[in-house]
């Protein structure tokens, strides 16, 4: 104790007088200087033990009134009554937002590399020379996607999604029409098309008693995948204007339809007419509409929400 | 012609929830007996057909009920919470 005590006392005499803000935190890190989350760490032992120490030590040295901070009581109190809170609230948020927000399962869809990515971003422009769409399983959990071009992933629709809102605000300012207010709008808009779209899919899903492994985070991640050609149209829009937007919108629509028509294929279609087989029966048939409808919705919504970015 | 508002109808998450607020309420003054029996989508009518699957009005019909059943009290608490907001900030 007594180490520390001239240790630190050494220490603050080479702060500077400016130095005299009541700052609490900085003088425990200077304090122990090993530990500088100290303040939420420990919080019974650290601020009845310190303070005593530097008590002796005040009458030799001047001009810390910071000092006087730490050794009121209530003030100790009061932060060692903070800083419990603090622990305790961070310990009951993590225990209760895996409930609700499953933590785990989000990780896999974010566990992805660099040529992941290439080679998913090439596959959405270009879906054609693709053979073999299925998702590889791994002792009945699906591989990461690290492993699998085919596995869905989170990473490029979420920044896909911000991508597109900062490529909206820059469309809107050449154009003159730009003020903050409406980046938050564009962002809004389409989160509340995105959520609307994954629920009217959910519902439909729902409705014709589909048996499939899709959860609701692959439909996110599927209606995600539409932002890269919506980028990829309105920097081209901004590039060539508006024949160059319309040519590059038309083909991203076309490849992203091919996209999902194969990759909700397997998912959605029993597996006689997913191998192309034609299948009688209304069911199946039910089924093709639905895949064809989902599939059909993602250049609707590509034009809807791009066209008043270009003029 | 320079508008400052989108032609996207200029859609919030608060303008989502009130619209999935007004569709849940629609959904549960759906009267079982007065209204649901009469046009055929009563609970009694789906028990039938035990065939593989339920057709699409057996299942919308099954989506009706269980909304119901379950959103009946959660509505009403929100619902008060709605009036409330809208009384006091219009």
């Known amino acids: ?37 100290q303040l939420f760490d420990d919080t019974s032992a650290a601020p009845g033990v310190q303070p005593t120490g530097f008590q002796g030590q005040g009458v030799g040295t001047m001009g810390h009134p910071g000092r006087t901070l730490l050794s009121d009581p209530m003030s100790n109190l009061a932060m060692a009554y903070g800083s419990s809170l603090a622990s305790q609230g961070k310990d009951l948020v993590d225990k209760n937002l895996d409930r609700f927000l499953p933590i ?49 992933d989170l990473y490029i629709p979420a920044m896909g999604f911000i991508t597109y809102i900062l490529v909206a605000g820059l469309a809107l300012g050449t154009q003159n029409r730009f003020t903050p207010e409406i980046l938050g709008m564009q962002a809004s808009s389409a989160l509340v098309w995105l959520i609307m779209e994954v629920l009217v899919v959910l519902l439909s899903l729902y409705l014709v008693t589909v048996n499939t492994d899709l959860t609701t985070i692959d439909l996110v991640a599927f209606s995600g995948y539409k932002y890269v050609g919506m980028i990829v149209g309105v920097v081209a829009g901004l590039l060539f204007g508006r024949t160059g937007y319309y040519l590059t919108l038309l083909w991203c629509c076309i490849s992203i339809f091919v996209f999902m028509i194969r990759t909700l294929r397997l998912k959605l279609l029993s597996e006689a007419a997913a191998q192309g087989v034609l299948v009688h029966g209304a069911r199946n048939q039910l089924r093709m509409y639905l895949t064809m409808s989902i599939a059909a919705a993602q250049p609707i919504f590509m034009y809807w929400l791009t066209y008043h970015l270009v003029r | 012609l320079y508008l400052s508002s989108k032609s996207n109808m200029a859609f919030t998450l608060y303008s989502l929830i009130q619209a999935v607020i007004l569709c849940v309420n629609a959904v549960a003054v759906l009267h079982e007996e007065r209204f649901l029996s009469k046009i055929g989508w009563g609970v009694d009518q789906s028990i039938g057909g035990f065939g593989d699957e339920p057709g699409i009005k057996v299942q919308l019909m099954n989506l009706v009920r269980s909304v119901r059943t379950v959103m009946r009290v959660p509505l009403i608490a929100v619902n008060s919470v709605c009036i409330v907001l809208l009384l006091l900030f219009g």
């Open chain 1, 1 to 37: 104790m007594d180490y520390t005590a001239t240790q630190s006392v050494s220490r603050q005499r080479k702060l500077t007088y400016v130095d005299q803000t009541i700052d609490p935190e900085m003088r425990n890190t200077s304090m122990d200087g090993t530990d500088p989350s």
């Open chain 1, 104 to 152: 785990s399962k989000l990780k896999y869809y974010f566990a992805v590399d660099t040529v992941y990515v290439g080679k998913k971003l090439g596959l959405l422009v270009f879906p054609y020379m693709h053979q073999n769409w299925e998702v590889s399983y791994q002792q009945d959990t699906p591989v990461a996607p690290r492993f699998d071009i085919n596995a869905p």
